[in-house]
T-cell receptor, first 112, second 113 residues
Framework: GEDVEQSLFLSVREGDSSVINCTYT??????LYWYKQEPGAGLQLLTY?????DMKQDQRLTVLLNKKDKHLSLRIADTQTGDSAIYFCAETFSGGYNKLIFGAGTRLAVHP | SQTIHQWPATLVQPVGSPLSLECTVE??????LYWYRQAAGRGLQLLFY??????ISSEVPQNLSASRPQDRQFILSSKKLLLSDSGFYLC????????????FGSGTRLTVV
């Protein structure tokens, strides 16, 4: 079935690293995504990883993919207050139509 | 460049009133279009998607309907709103084979009172 799971809340101190975890079920997903939602706004694509990759780094963001365990993580280095937001993990649905299945979102709170 | 517009940004409607939310995409043709709803403190629920004019697929049976009268226009409607229809509605688009997922509109905050 289609299911993406994330922990709902993460609190970190400013300057520390944040790690947001996600598990997914569809092993045939082509791409996996991380989106960021700031209060009252739409979703903004942060990064994505192709399913044949293990890792992708983009400035402060590092995505790790463990296909065997169907586990995806997003690491934010040197977390800033501006990183406070909800982060959504999403997988492509193998049934077609470019459907994305989203997790419930992890609320990241950054405190001084 | 491609852009997506969604309006209105906020809406307060009484129970039993009709609803019409509009989403348009510019700078691309034949996009896949999606309506999602985000209830307070919850994740995203896919409501409808469309792969072409007049083609609508419903994911969740509910009080809402969707239409695609033009290639780049997607409308979410209801004849009679319920309190449970309150939420944050997001429109999104992508194209077949586009690797970088969806582009979302800025959302409509609907409060049914």
């Amino acid at each position: 079935g289609e299911d993406v799971e994330q922990s709902l809340f993460l609190s970190v101190r400013e300057g520390d690293s944040s790690v947001i975890n996600c598990t997914y079920t569809d092993s045939s997903s082509t791409y996996l995504y991380w989106y960021k939602q700031e209060p009252g706004a739409g979703l903004q694509l942060l990064t994505y990883i192709f399913s044949n990759m293990d890792m992708k780094q983009d400035q402060r963001l590092t995505v790790l993919l463990n296909k065997k365990d169907k586990h995806l993580s997003l690491r934010i280095a040197d977390t800033q207050t501006g990183d406070s937001a909800i982060y959504f993990c999403a997988e492509t649905f193998s049934g077609g139509y470019n459907k994305l299945i989203f997790g419930a979102g992890t609320r990241l709170a950054v405190h001084p | 460049s491609q852009t997506i517009h969604q309006w209105p940004a906020t809406l307060v409607q009484p129970v039993g009133s009709p609803l019409s939310l509009e989403c348009t995409v510019e700078g691309t043709s034949n996009p896949n279009l999606y309506w999602y709803r985000q209830a307070a403190g919850r994740g995203l629920q896919l409501l409808f998607y469309s792969v072409g004019i007049g083609q609508i697929s419903s994911e969740v049976p509910q009080n809402l309907s969707a239409s695609r009268p033009q290639d780049r226009q997607f409308i979410l409607s209801s004849k009679k709103l319920l309190l449970s229809d309150s939420g944050f509605y997001l429109c999104a688009w992508t194209s077949l084979g586009r690797s970088y997922g969806y582009t979302f509109g800025s959302g409509t905050r609907l409060t049914v009172v």
